[in-house]
């Protein structure tokens, strides 16, 4: 492929082929070494004005796009939904059309609707990048964890990669749903029946027993419970949710000889992993999981912020 990205907005891994995901990836693999030097500076986003704006809380991925943004040269501003407008009643419409006239370069936006990047991006004169949106899709998530997979294995295609957990109410699973199988790889959903998506995908085997979903699996990828998202009923529902979905050291066992733990944060210890497992230094990705997220995110505003992308 040559450096002409076929696509004016990142909204999700939906719609993006398996090649164009493995652009992406390959682009982001030279930020990687680059990100492990003293100084890092580069100028290929000097003069372009790169607005973060977070309608919910954040720490990876605001600060990965503020840190990779910065990195690149560009001017970050960030919009803190506390303190603005709207808390006044502002539409989510008129505040991309009042950032807008403010003539940005790119928009990076995560909003608690589903849908809210696309909404956004059709009143955007600039690429729109998807920070998350509601149970929706996280893509560059997706990605980080795709580029943590493919370095610490040298491949996905052929990992048996269980995702585990909140799988209804995550727009990880939602991006990483498309992505991994894309990619090759051979992925599980495992939880209780009512966090698995109300009708699963089709080609995906499907779990509500957690040890027999892990088992032999290459990969697990827990992810939290998304309280938040939940009718109070269900989050009471869940019980003593540790014990039969808690990724455990002893739970460690079932699966392969090489395999990893990751979760894209942020974790509950106690809750879905434990912390001697979140911390294994043998097994755990999750800090190479954040360390990917600033060279993906590098690799995202770089090109979609060139002039021959996609229309
Ligand atoms: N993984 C992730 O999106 O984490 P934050 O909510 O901290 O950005």
């Not at 909204?11 to 398996?18: P, R």
């Not at 849908?115 to 149970?135: F, H, K, L, Q, Y």
């Not at 909140?166 to 990483?176: E, K, L, Q, Y």
């Not at 699996?217 to 039969?244: F, K, N, P």
Request: overall charge negative; hydrophobic content about 40%; charged content about 25%.
């Amino acid at each position: 492929m040559s450096s002409a990205f076929p696509h004016r907005h990142l909204l999700g891994i939906e719609g993006l082929s398996a090649d164009d995901i493995r652009f992406l990836l390959d682009e982001a693999e030279q930020w990687v070494e680059f990100n492990r030097r003293a100084r890092k500076q580069d100028g290929r986003l000097i003069g372009l004005t790169q607005i973060n704006a977070f309608f919910e809380n954040s720490t990876r991925t605001l600060f990965s796009f503020e840190i990779a943004g910065k990195r690149l040269g560009a001017q970050v501003a960030n919009f803190h939904v506390d303190s603005s407008s709207v808390k006044k009643g502002e539409s989510l419409t008129d505040t991309a059309l009042t950032l807008n006239a403010m003539q940005p370069d790119v928009l990076v936006i995560r909003h608690e609707a589903n849908g809210a990047a696309a909404e956004v991006a059709e009143v955007m004169g600039c690429p729109v990048i998807n920070a998350g949106d509601g149970s929706g899709e996280h893509p560059t998530q997706a990605l980080l964890d795709a580029l943590t997979l493919r370095r610490r294995f040298g491949r996905i295609e052929g990992l048996k990669i269980a995702i585990c957990g909140d799988i209804r109410h995550s727009r990880v699973a939602g991006s990483n749903l498309h992505s991994l199988p894309l990619l090759g790889a051979e992925v599980r959903i495992v939880g209780p029946e009512e966090l698995l998506p109300p009708s699963p995908p089709p080609g995906f085997a499907s779990f509500t027993d957690f040890e027999e979903g892990i088992s032999g699996a290459d990969v697990v990828m827990t992810l939290r419970i998304q309280r938040e998202r939940m009718e109070e009923a269900l989050s009471d529902s869940l019980g003593d949710y540790h014990s039969l979905y808690g990724l455990t050291r002893e739970r460690l066992e079932r699966l392969a000889p090489n395999a990893v733990v990751m979760h894209p944060g942020p974790m509950n210890r106690g809750v879905e992993i434990d912390g001697d497992v979140a911390e294994d230094p043998e097994r755990s990705l999750i800090l190479d999981q954040v360390e990917m997220g600033v060279a993906v995110r590098m690799a995202c505003l770089d090109v979609f912020t060139r002039p021959d992308r996609g229309a």
